[in-house]
């Protein structure tokens, strides 16, 4: 009878665990959701390094509100600029001015553990991790 409990004891809690969310997993591994402030403080002055399914892409964040990206694919690369803010939810916004985005606001919460950045989409799903790296690393 013991073991029985003790199994269902055990069901239940694996049960509970695979509900937990997206962030709440990213928590559990040590990352820490960035507030608002910390979002500008971390972003202002540096740049993040992404990979694509085919590409590679560098955003440089110039000021609270500017920034320019750069991807890369093969022997080709494109540019663009655009504007970023924070809200009072904890959440980054950004907008593409020229093509990238189809020139519309996307906005996602910002964990961070060491450098790594993840971007979690308003529904709670994973959009992507990225690599933050000090100054404007590639000259942009």
Request: glycine share 10%; hydrophobic share 40%.
């Amino acid at each position: 009878m013991k073991i029985c409990g003790a199994l269902a004891a055990g069901a239940a809690m694996v049960a509970l665990g695979a509900c937990a969310t997206a962030e709440d997993r990213l928590v559990e591994t040590g990352y820490v959701q960035l507030t608002s402030a910390e979002i500008t403080t971390v972003f202002v002055g540096n740049t993040i390094l992404g990979k694509g399914r085919v590409s590679d892409y560098a955003i440089y964040y110039a000021n609270a509100e500017e920034l320019c990206g750069r991807i890369t694919w093969e022997d080709n690369a494109a540019t663009d600029h655009g504007v970023w803010e924070v809200t009072a939810e904890d959440t980054y916004c950004r907008r593409w001015l020229e093509r990238w985005g189809n020139l519309e606001r996307q906005c996602w919460r910002i964990y961070r553990s060491g450098d790594t950045i993840t971007w979690v989409d308003p529904d709670g799903s994973i959009s992507t991790q990225t690599t933050l790296v000090v100054g404007n690393a590639k000259g942009l």
